[in-house]
């Protein structure tokens, strides 16, 4: 069993930066295929960044260039270090593990929410006001 934790949510204005955290426990890090994704009111969950063991990424269009996903397996944490931020990334963010492989080839795969496979933490807040 994996357990998430995200951590780092809160309140920018528009062009600021923030740095969300997901903490793995209950296993190792290593092997698993991760990835952050994000949930605003009437719309549904999507996929935004997704990191691989080797340190492969991916990302959605409207975040390429200004997020980047990172992780550090000693520590059995994930991060997304975000810049540039926009009030349209106002959203609950959510870190998770994943078994769709290729696992980068995932955030082009709206399936992948649905997998019932999927391991998810219960969010951290993102609120970007303009």
């Known amino acids: 069993q994996v357990h998430l934790v995200e951590s780092g949510g809160g309140s920018v204005q528009s062009g600021g930066s923030l740095k969300l955290s997901c903490t793995t426990s209950?296993?190792?890090?290593?092997?698993?295929?991760m990835a952050w994704f994000r949930q605003s009111p009437k719309k549904e969950r999507a996929e935004v960044a997704v990191i691989d063991d080797d340190g492969s990424v991916g990302y959605a269009d409207s975040v390429k260039g200004r997020f980047t996903i990172s992780r550090d397996n000693s520590k059995n944490i994930m991060y997304l270090q975000m810049t540039s931020l926009k009030p349209e990334d106002t959203a609950m963010y959510f870190c998770?593990?994943?078994?769709?492989?290729?696992?980068?080839?995932?955030?082009?795969?709206?399936?992948?929410?649905?997998?019932?496979?999927?391991?998810w933490g219960e969010g951290t807040q993102v609120t970007v006001s303009s």
């Open positions: 209950g296993r190792s890090s290593d092997g698993l295929c």
């Open positions: 998770a593990t994943l078994e769709w492989r290729p696992c980068v080839e995932s955030v082009q795969q709206p399936m992948v929410l649905h997998d019932p496979r999927n391991y």
